[in-house]
C-alpha cells in the first residue's frame, strides 16, 4: 500500500472573478457557484471530494478496528428520562445499535413497556427521526414531530396513545417549534413559517414566524391564528399553556439572542388579547409556572448569573424570589410546591431545593462531579427522575423522592469498558488577556507527561451554551487508543452566565480563539502533548472556532476536525436561520461588526502558500443550519492555499443534516472515520490497544 500521506490531486474547484463590496472592501468569492448544492457542477465536485476522501480513509490500515470497537462499545442499553402525564409514564430506550431511539409507555413503573412510536420503521435507513413531542394533560393523545434527513423541517402529526394509532391531522412547515396543549386536551399551540418554494426550503431564510392554534381533528388550513408580528420579520415565537390552563404564554425572541420579551394570553376568555407583559429585550426570562395572577420566571435581569423573581400580572413589579448566587442558575422546576434549581459551578452540576418564598430547603446529593438533567413534572409531584452523567459515567437514570429527599437508582447501563481505568482533571489556566478559563482533561491513568501524547482538544464556545462533563462512545473509544482529551469552558458560553457570553460575542469574540489557543499551549507546554500530537475538533459554531484557530496558529496543531461550521462570515446570515446569529457575531451589513468578522473569518484568513494542519471537514448535504457551502467554500480555498503534504479532505454525508436525528450507523462511520485520521496524521501506534 502507498503511504497515504502521499500527495493527494483535490478535485479542480473552477474559480470566478466574483468580488463584492463591503462598505468599500473589495472582497472576492470565486467560489460563490458552490452555494448551489443541487447545480450539475457542484454534485460533481461533491462527488470527486468523496471519491478522494473515502479513499484515503479506506487505506488506512487501524479504520476498521477503530470502526468495530466503536460498534461494539456502543451497543448498550440507553434509557431516557422517564415523564408522566396523566396515569402513564414515557421513556426513551435504544436497545443498543438502533439508527433512533425508541419511545415506550406504561401505567406503572413495575408493568411491561409498550412501543408508542418507532421511528426505526419509519425509513429503511434511519433517516427520519422523532425531533418533537408533547403528550395531552390526561395522557391520552400525543403530537409528535418528525424530521427527514436531518433537516430542521418539521412534519407534525397526532396519536392515540391508546391504541398507537394516528389521527390524520398532519402540520407542514413547522421549524423551531415545540407544541403546548390546552387543558382541555382538545388541541394544541405551535408556530410555523409559510409554505418555501420545493427548490430553496433548504438554503431560504427564515423569517415571520407565526403562532397557531390546531384542534384535533382539524386541517391545518383551518388552525387558528394566535399571534403574528408583521412588522417584525426576526420575532420568533414560543407557546406554552400554564400548568393550571388560565393562560398562554408567549415567549418572544430574535434568533438565537437570549434576551426575550414574554406576552400572555387568558385562555379563559375566548375575546382576550394578547397582553405585553415584559418588554423591550433587556434580559432573558423562563417562565418557571404560576399561582393565578402571580408568575414566577428564572432571569438575568440585573443577575448575570440567574435568579427567580415573581410578577403579579394584576399588580405589576418585580419581586425576588431566589437571589442571585455566585454559581451559575441554568434551570428552575416546580415540584412539591417547591422549586428545583439546577446551578453550575466551574462547568458541574449542583442542584438546590427552596421553598416558595426562597428558603433554602436541601441540596440534593448527586453521584458525583458530572451533569445533570431532567427533575422534571407538575407542581404537586412528588417524585421525579434525572440522569446523572460524567466524562467517564455513562448516563444513570435516578428516582428522586421530593419528600425525603433520596435518590434511587432507577436504570443503569452496562458499557463494554473500565471506567476505574480513566482520570478527569479540572485545571484552569490563564488565556492571552490574563482570564482565568476552566478545563477538564479526561485520560487513562498512569498518563506520561511526556509531550508525546496525541491529544483532542474540543471546544464550542458561543451562544451562551455550556460544555459541562458529559459521556461519549467515541471518546472513549480514543481514549482506549492511548489519546488524552481536554474540552476548555471558553468565554462566549454559558458556564458563567451572561458576563462570560458577553465576553465572547461580536467585538469580544477573539477571545473565544484566544481562550482556546491558550488551552493549546497549556497542553503542550505541561507536557500533556506536542504540536504534531495535537488535534481539535468542534462543530457548528464550535467549527467556526476551529476554522478560525487553524488559520491564525496553523503552527500549533498537528490536525484538525472542523465540523459542519460557519465558515463564511461575510454571507451567513443569507441562509435559513442565519440571520439570528446575528446577536452572537454581529451583522456584515454594519460597518464596524464588518470589520470584525473579517478580521477572523475561516474563509477570507486562509493564506496561499501556507503549510496547514491536516484537515478533515465534515459537513452534510441536508443541512439546513448551517448550509454545507461554508465547508464547500472553505474546502476548495484550502485545498488551493495549502502547501506541502498534509491532507486536507472534506467528507460530505448524504441524506443527513446538521446532526440532530442522525442515524446511529452513519454516526459511527463518521466518527471511525475521524478517529482513523487522527490515528494516521498524528502517527499513533493503536495496534495493542484495538487487539
Known sequence: MQSSRQLLNYPHARKTDQVDEYHGVAVKDPYRWLENPDSEETQAWIEAQNQITFGYLAQIPAREAIKQRLTQVWNYEKFGVPFQEGNRYFYFKNDGLQNQSVLYTLTDLDAEPRVLLDPNKLSEDGTVALSGLAISDDGKLMAYGLSSAGSDWKEWKVRDVETGVDFPDHLQWVKFSGASWTKDNQGFFYCRYDEPSEATKLEETNYFQKLYYHRVGEAQSQDTLIYERRDQKEWMFEGKVTED??????SVGKGTDPKNLVFYKDLQDPDAQVVELISPFEADYSFIGNDGSLFWFRTDLDAPRGRVIAIDINKGGIQEV???YSETLESVGLLNNRFVAE??????????????DGSLVREVELPGIGSVGGFGGKRYDTETFYVYTSFTTPPTIYRYDMVNGESTLFRQPTVDFN???YETRQVFYSSKDGTQVSMFITYKKGLL???NNPTYLYGYGGFNIPLTPSFSISRIVWMEMG??????????????????????MKFNKQNVFNDFIAAAEWLTKNRYTSAQKLAIGGGSNGGLLVGACMTQRPDLFGATLPAVGVMDMLRFHKFTIGWAWCSDYGSPDNPEEFQALYAYSPLHNLQPGTAYPATLITTADHDDRVVPAHSFKFAATLQEAHTGENPVLIRIETQAGHGAGKPTMKRIEEIADQWAFLVETLGMD?????G
Not at 686 to 690: C, E, G
Open 245 to 250: 390552563g388560565r393562560y398562554l404564554i408567549i
Open 419 to 421: 471506567p476505574h481505568n
Open 343 to 356: 446551578y453550575l459551578q466551574d462547568a458541574r452540576s449542583s442542584v438546590y431545593i427552596f421553598d416558595l
Open 449 to 451: 507527561l511526556n509531550g
Open 483 to 504: 489519546g488524552v482529551y481536554a474540552v476548555p469552558n471558553l468565554r462566549g458560553g454559558g458556564e458563567y452566565g451572561e458576563k462570560w457570553h458577553q465576553a465572547g
Open 322 to 324: 431566589i437571589p442571585q
Open 686 to 690: 493503536v495496534s495493542t490497544a484495538l
